[in-house]
C-alpha cells in the first residue's frame, strides 16, 4: 500500500485526534522540525475564532510530529481541513531529511485567537509526544494565554 509522509504541528499533534481524521491507522515516527518557517494562529474561523497556521520566517521553525498515512487517506484527510492546502516541504528528523506533506493556509489575518479548547489540544499533544517546553510556552503566548505549562 502507497504512503506519504505528513508533518502535523497543531491538533494532529494530539494523536487521537489525527486518528478521528482518517480512516487507517496512521504511524508515528517522531518529532520532526519545519525550518524558516513560523507557528502563528492566524487562520480565521468561521465562528471570528483563529486556529493553527504555518507562515515563511527565515527565523523561526517549527516542531511537530512526522507521520507515514496511507495515500487511500488523502482526500478524506483534505476534507478534514476546510481552507487549508496540503503542500510538500522539507523537515528534519534524527535520521536526516524528508520530503513531508502539511497543511497551510494562505488566508491569514491578525488579531484573532483561538478558542481555549483548542489550543489545549496542541499543547497536550505536543506534551505528550516531547516537544519543547519552550517551543509549547512560545504556543502559549501565541494563543493569548497566560497558561502555564
Avoid at 47 to 54: F, L, M, Q, T, V
Avoid at 55 to 76: H, M, P, Q, T, W
Avoid at 112 to 131: A, R, S
Wanted: proline share 5%.
Amino acid at each position: 500500500m502507497e504512503k506519504f509522509y505528513y508533518f502535523g504541528y497543531a491538533s494532529n499533534l494530539d494523536v487521537e485526534t489525527l486518528k478521528s481524521r482518517l480512516k487507517s491507522e496512521p504511524v508515528n515516527l517522531g518529532v520532526a522540525v519545519l525550518p524558516h518557517f513560523g507557528f502563528r494562529f492566524n487562520y480565521p474561523n468561521p465562528d471570528g475564532s483563529a486556529r493553527a497556521n504555518i507562515i515563511a520566517s527565515k527565523n523561526e521553525s517549527v516542531y511537530g510530529l512526522l507521520f507515514e498515512i496511507d495515500e487511500e487517506d488523502r482526500s478524506y484527510f483534505l476534507n478534514s481541513e476546510p481552507g487549508y492546502e496540503l503542500v510538500e516541504k522539507e523537515v528534519f528528523t534524527a535520521k536526516g531529511k524528508l520530503s513531508a506533506f502539511t497543511f497551510v493556509s494562505s488566508k491569514n489575518e491578525s488579531g484573532i485567537f483561538p478558542h481555549e479548547n483548542y489550543w489545549k489540544t496542541i499543547l497536550k499533544g505536543g506534551k505528550e509526544n516531547g516537544l519543547p517546553r519552550s517551543y509549547l510556552s512560545q504556543i502559549i503566548n501565541r494563543a493569548g494565554s497566560s497558561s502555564l505549562l
